[in-house]
């Protein structure tokens, strides 16, 4: 639970604490691992030490990488006395200092510290910065329904008002009964208006499965075009186990997709639309295809006019680190392929960019 | 009803000079009220009070300078016996219940305007007070939830305005466990998923404002 709002703050990790401790656990123990291969290869292969310490500081960038400070400085200790230990005897007889064993340690341990370091504040500024971009859309959409609140829907309120006066003045009849019902509807519809404008996100992100909204938008297009041009079949299929998905970039997903099968059922002419949602471990992929007329490559570049069709999506997929292609070809159809990495798209992802090796077994466990 | 009194005279309090335009066109057409006075913020409206001493206050809640909740706080401190109705865009219950708190008779949302507005004067100004139904079924909906404490609220505009945790310690001099905790507590107490719905479910409920 915690993880969640966790995810929002500035360097602090974005999982929840037990699940972090075990994660910094695994990466601990696999540096201890790595350090002892090493050590037992090192002595069949007759490795030289300048080897052994370049293969050392390997699994310390390693350990860097995937836990905290702590953790690879205490690898990186672990290492120096293996070094010494095995390798560079730091007194080559008892009472006598080797002066270059001593100057090979600090000069193995400042490098190892610099290296976690360095890795370290280039992880953190990377969490910040995909921080600051949510935070800063956050405040966009706030403003936005400030301003929409305060210039057009304020404005219809006191119209309406006016509308009113003017009904009163009508003598009862015919005309006064109708605009009294345009009055009602428009009621309503400023209703609407103030609920969006309240509501920053989507209602398709609060039922927040992309499965249900997909499916329903699916059955809304179809619906619509009957009695039109003939009806396309819409078929979703799934593979992989659902997950929920990142608020902010899960209605960028649901936007996209809604554009492309929109384009799809009103554009392409095509009698067959199908998607496919792939709910893998380190991606999320949305594949939305039609064998209708395809897309004119002029098109496909620049948009139609007025239209917030491609450019938009392509715009909105670069927003979130999302991957586009767009394959069609006159005659034969199109496909449109959305890749999200999961640290992106899933909500409770491990943006951690550690080692896969651990994360993968224990994805694998966790959904047994 | 009777006609030979003297008409209800009325101070209009909005900071959107077209709505004002809206509520005087209404209000012309009614032989038995009166528009006295306007102003388009708190601070004027205490003038404007203090010269014509209407009737009844229409008010507005969020306005520049001086908003409608402290505008009306001082008119009731001076004036004990003022009548003012609220017009607001959204029904929040904690906006709501502050209104109330601050002195308002009634709550009129501005999407009911042209169908309440006169029989809400008429009702204030015999001396009752009047909540619309949808505005009392957002009131219920949350009445024995915990309400979040001042520092919390404080917490959750800056969450609102796109400010990160640290941001938010720097701002309010704490420390960013304290923060991260607040944000804790308000997820739970708003029954939130993340930020952005506490955010939304606080402008909804007029907590904090647009």
Known sequence: MSGLDDRYSSSAGREGAPRRFRHAAAQFLFGLVGLALITFAAVPLHLQPGAISLLYLIVIVFVSLGTGFISSVVVSLIAVFCLNYYFLPLFSSPGTKNPLAVVATATFLITAWVITAMVTRVRRLTEAQLT????????????????LHDTLLQSFQALMLHLQVVNDRLPPGASKEALGKVLDRADR?????????????????????????????????AGAREGGTGSATFRLSIEGVPRSLHPIVGDDIYRMAREALRNAFRHAQANKIEADITYGKRLLRLRIRDNGKGIDPKLLETGRAGHWGLPGMRERAQQIGAKLDIWSECGRGTEVELTIPGSIAYETAPSRRGLRLFRGKKEAADEH | MSTDRSPIRILSVDDHPLLREGVAALLATRSDMTLVGEASNGREAIEQFRIHRPDITLMDLQMPEMNGLDSMIAICGEFPGARIIVLTTYAGDVQVLRALKAGARAYLLK????????????????????????????????????ALSAREIEVLRLVSGGNANKEIAAR?????????????NILAKLGAKDRTHAVTIGLKRGIIDL
């Open chain 1, 132 to 147: 600051l971009r949510f935070e800063e859309r956050l405040a966009e959409r706030t403003r936005i329904a400030r301003e």
């Open chain 1, 189 to 221: 519809a400023i209703v609407e208006g103030r609920d969006a404008i309240q509501n920053l996100r989507s209602p398709a992100t609060l039922t927040d499965e992309l499965v249900q909204a997909l499916t329903t938008l699916g059955e809304e297009f």
């Open chain 2, 111 to 146: 999407g009911l305007l042209r169908k309440e507005l006169i029989e809400t004067i008429r009702l204030v100004h015999a001396g009752e007070k009047r909540i619309l139904p949808e505005v009392a079924t957002e009131l219920a909906e949350h009445a024995t939830d915990d």
């Open chain 2, 172 to 184: 309010l001099s704490i420390t960013e466990e304290t923060v991260k905790g607040h944000v804790k």
